[in-house]
């Protein structure tokens, strides 16, 4: 129990460009989707799934993505092209936490959405758990239809994260957190 806490206490994001290889095995994926799974969701519906994009799926991706952009944002320079196409190569894995939240007769769209928060929580959770280190990035392609269905994601479905997963090169200073005092208040008559 110290040691969860200890953990919970001290858990920090890596940058993306931080984490290097080897990637996480299949055993430690399945633990970590296990975990990530393993979150409250009104109604039972698991309104989230994943999608792995690891080794050459990655570059396929980048490949994409550099298009889109071009095209859609009128990218050109080969520098900026290069930042689009290793969008999903600085860590040797990357999971797309997918939204599924839908119009529901009682659990509302809001509270399936918050159940998809939790899960990239608990996924950055997981792999810190495993020794990794994780970060939770959305960026231009979460919100880019274009790039969505590149990822495969039905119109209805939006992304929550992308959490990028490897071995943290550098173990990063913390940041500053908040304020209790300004967050924190008792109810009161
Ligand atoms: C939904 C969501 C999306 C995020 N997207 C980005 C992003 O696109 N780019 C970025 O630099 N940080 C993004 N962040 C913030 C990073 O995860 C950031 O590293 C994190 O706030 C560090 O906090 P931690 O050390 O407490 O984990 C996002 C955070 C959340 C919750």
Sequence with gaps: MTDWLAALQTRRSVSARLLTGPAPDKAQIDTMLTIASRVPDHGKLAPWRFILIAGEARVTLGQQFAAIASRTQGITEPDRLAVEQERFTRAPLV???VSKAADHPKIPVWEQQ?????????????AAALGFGACWLTEWMAYDEAARAAIGLESSERIAGFIHIGQASETPADR??????????????
């Design 114 to 126: 918050l159940s998809a928060g939790a899960v990239c929580m608990n996924l950055l959770s997981a």
């Design 176 to 189: 500053p957190r908040p304020d209790l005092d300004q967050i924190a208040s008792h109810w009161q008559a």
């Design 95 to 97: 999971i797309a936490v």
